[in-house]
């Protein structure tokens, strides 16, 4: 059974909208040969950032798929928001700091390289939104040499819902995707629409955009 | 659910609008260049019960009795400004607001309604609005009749396609009025000729499919 690395930050028993694709996944690629090695945040680390939990998501998910949980520590962030500044980092260290999931999108880097290392896995699948594991992926398959695949469950930088802090910082969001696009092996999408907005605005990757919608 | 009732319901997330309270908030070229820089090219705003509320308010002011029979079910994470905006409008006793479900128990519950409510976004200017809803493959997978109120957009398309959808206009609500009318009067109206191939072509069992051979063309490469 050939094993894939999934990073997804949203995941059972979080009761998130962005949880129910990687699930849904999950559940259902160890009968196509595929073993998933989940890398998410663990059940305080949602509640800490005001998640929901519903333990009901993971009923079906198979035992022997293993999950390996990161708190989602994230000093940084707490000390900015704590003294109401975050907007400091974000705006001058945008890189650094392009979502509130950014310290967790680090903190995971090393032991994903380990984790494919040890077990020789192939794949890495990562479910973006949050960004900022996609930008921290490019560097596991940097060092790991496994083949990414990314799956945009949104646009990022075309998301109606999309916010930065200033144009300047847009246009490094921007470039922050045109590296996660051009860095990945697929990129994968969820509408015909988003596949054709993608290939406008990076031409030379249109062979690494596959579409797969949303489910039930 | 009581029969002679039509229950349209809604579980998730759901903003409040009223657009006598909502001001147009002007953004600055300084705001844009250093602050706030958001994608600007469609009102989600529209994304919200208040043209639903709205045309029951209008269906109750033409036929107190058969509006009676209207009952919006909206649970999970509700703006509290939703029941300020159905005393406003008079439609108290057609609205019912609860709290979060589990998925299981939300689907269940959605399972148990004539009609799932479907609010949606418009594109402004040219664009139309390329975000689907999570919720329509939910409906979908129930097979139910799928009120949509909104602008064009690819889940509008998406729910026509599917033969599940009633589509209309946040700005023409005087289709919708009639709409709940008709299907006051007469539940059959209500009946849907689903898409099967379409619906199942959206099962996680086939979407697995697709991700397996996106990983298997990966290998090639």
Redesign the interface.
Same mark, same amino acid.
């Given at each position: 059974m050939?094993k894939?690395l999934f990073v997804c930050y949203f995941f059972a028993p979080q009761?998130d909208?962005g949880t129910?694709r990687s699930v849904? @996944?999950v559940?259902?690629?160890p009968q196509? &040969? @595929?073993q998933p090695v989940v890398f998410t945040t663990d059940e305080p680390s949602i509640l800490k950032n005001g998640g929901?939990i519903?333990h009901?998501?993971a009923?079906d998910i198979p035992v022997d798929i293993e999950i390996v949980r990161f708190e989602d520590i994230n000093k940084s962030y707490s000390f900015w928001s704590k003294i109401k500044l975050y907007r400091l980092p974000w705006?001058f260290c945008f890189r650094k700091h392009m979502d509130i999931y950014a310290g967790w999108s680090r903190s995971i880097v090393e032991p994903a390289v380990e984790k494919i290392k040890i077990e020789n896995i192939?794949?890495i699948?990562v479910s973006c939104a949050p960004v900022s594991a996609a930008y921290s992926a490019i560097k596991i398959k940097k060092k790991s040499g496994a083949?990414l695949?990314v799956d945009f469950r949104?646009?990022y930088?075309?998301?109606? &819902?999309?916010?930065?802090? &200033?144009?300047?910082?847009?246009n490094k969001a921007n470039s922050i995707e045109r590296e996660i696009i051009e860095q990945s092996?697929?990129v994968?999408v969820?509408?015909e629409?988003?596949k054709k907005?993608f290939t406008r605005k990076y031409p030379h990757c249109k062979s690494k955009f596959?579409v797969?919608?949303? &489910?039930? | 659910m009581a029969t002679n009732l039509i229950n349209i319901g809604y579980g998730g997330w759901l903003q409040c609008y009223d657009p006598e309270d909502s001001a147009d908030i002007g953004t600055s070229w300084f705001k844009k260049a250093f602050l706030d820089y958001r994608i600007d090219n469609v009102d989600h705003s529209i994304r919200s019960a208040y043209f639903l509320f709205k045309a029951v308010q209008i269906f109750k002011s033409e036929a107190p009795e058969l509006a009676s029979k209207v009952r919006i079910n909206l649970w999970g994470k509700i703006d509290p400004g939703n029941i300020k905006l159905a005393e406003k409008l008079g439609i108290t006793e057609n609205v019912k607001i609860s709290g979060l479900l589990s998925k299981t128990e939300n689907l269940k519950q959605l399972d148990k309604m004539n009609m799932l409510f479907l609010p949606m976004e418009v594109g402004k200017n040219e664009d139309k609005s390329l975000f689907i809803p999570g919720k329509v493959y939910e409906y979908m997978l129930l097979r139910k009749p799928i009120l949509a109120i909104g602008g064009d957009s690819d889940a509008k398309q998406l729910i026509l396609d599917s033969g599940l959808g009633f589509h209309f206009e946040h700005d023409k609500l005087d289709a919708l009025v009639k709409f709940l009318h008709k299907i006051c009067i007469d539940q059959s109206n209500l009946e849907v000729n689903a898409n099967e191939d379409l619906i199942n072509s959206k099962s996680f069992d086939k979407l697995t499919d697709k991700l397996v051979e996106v990983f298997k063309n990966c290998k090639v490469n």
């Open positions: 050939e894939v009761n909208t129910f849904n @996944f559940k259902r690629l196509r &040969g @595929f929901k519903d009901t998501i009923k705006t192939k794949f699948y083949s695949v949104d646009p930088t075309d998301a109606y &819902g999309s916010y930065f802090p &200033g144009k300047f910082n847009f092996d697929t994968v969820n509408t629409e988003v907005l596959e797969i919608t949303n &489910g039930y | -």
